[in-house]
C-alpha cells in the first residue's frame, strides 16, 4: 500500500521566494498533518485537518504560512515570501479515526538562501 | 513540565546485542497512547511500535518491544539483536485522550557498531 507522498523531496529557493510543498496522504485516511522539524525546536505540529477542513492552525508560525487541503486525496503548505528561518524540514502525516498511529511520508528538505 | 522526555542523546551498541532507549512521559489524562519513531539518516519517520495505556501486555513488534511501566511512567523502547540498519534517530511520542496533539522527545541518535 502506499504510505504518504510528499514533494518535493527536496528544495532549495531564495528568500522572497514562494513554496508550495505537497502531500497525498494514505488513501482512507481522515486526518491530515503539517509537522515541521529543526534542531532548535524538534517536531512542531504546524497544522491539521479532518475531511479536508482545517481544525487547528495555533501551529503556524505566522501569515506567511497557508495550507490548504481541496479534497481528501491532497494537501498543500505554502511559505510566501520564504524566508531563511524557515529552512527544514516539513512532514506530512495522515491518520485513520480510530486508530491512534499517524504514519509520515518521507518530508520535504527546504533550504531557504 | 516536558511532555516526553529522552535523557540520552546518543548511545552506541555492539551488532547482535540488545540496546533500551529511554522515553519518560507526563500527563494526567487515564488515557493515553505512547508511539516510538525512528528516522534513519535518510529523513523518514518510520513508526515503530504503540502502547496503550490501557494495554496490559508491553507492545512487541519483531525485535522492538516497548517496556511499559504506568507507575514510573516510563516507555522504554528495547530493541534486540541490534543490526547495522538499526542506527538511526529514534523518538518518543506521546497521544493524549482522542487529542490530535502528538507530544514528541528530542530523539536519541543510535549507533549500532559491526
Known amino acids: 500500500d502506499a504510505g504518504v507522498i510528499q514533494s518535493p523531496r527536496h528544495e532549495v529557493t531564495e528568500m522572497g521566494q514562494e513554496v508550495t510543498l505537497r502531500c497525498k496522504p494514505i488513501s482512507g485516511h481522515d486526518y491530515l498533518f503539517w509537522y515541521r522539524q529543526t534542531m532548535m525546536r524538534g517536531l512542531e505540529l504546524l497544522i491539521y485537518?479532518?475531511?479536508?477542513?482545517?481544525?487547528?492552525d495555533s501551529g503556524m508560525p505566522e501569515d506567511r504560512f497557508s495550507a490548504k487541503m481541496p479534497n481528501a486525496s491532497f494537501s498543500t503548505l505554502k511559505i510566501q515570501p520564504s524566508e531563511p528561518r524557515d529552512s527544514a524540514v516539513y512532514f506530512c502525516?495522515?491518520?485513520?479515526?480510530?486508530?491512534?498511529?499517524?504514519?509520515f511520508g518521507e518530508g520535504s528538505w527546504l533550504t531557504v538562501v | 513540565a516536558q511532555k516526553i522526555t529522552q535523557t540520552q542523546p546518543g548511545m552506541f551498541v555492539q551488532e547482535k546485542e540488545a540496546v533500551t532507549l529511554d522515553c519518560t512521559y507526563d500527563t494526567s489524562d487515564q488515557s493515553y497512547g505512547l508511539f516510538w519513531y525512528k528516522q534513519p539518516s535518510s529523513g523518514e519517520m518510520i513508526f515503530l511500535i504503540y502502547q496503550g495505556s490501557y494495554d496490559e501486555q508491553n507492545a512487541t513488534e519483531g525485535r522492538y518491544s516497548l517496556n511499559f511501566q504506568k507507575a514510573r511512567k516510563s516507555a522504554n523502547l528495547v530493541i534486540s539483536a541490534s543490526q547495522l540498519g538499526d542506527s538511526a534517530m529514534y523518538f518518543c511520542?506521546?497521544?493524549?485522550?482522542?487529542?490530535?496533539?502528538?507530544?514528541f522527545g528530542t530523539g536519541t541518535s543510535l549507533t549500532v557498531i559491526p
Open positions: 511520542a506521546m497521544r493524549e485522550g482522542t487529542g490530535n496533539q502528538f507530544y
Open positions: 502525516a495522515s491518520r485513520l479515526e480510530p486508530g491512534n498511529t499517524i504514519y
Open positions: 485537518f479532518n475531511n479536508n477542513v482545517p481544525i487547528d
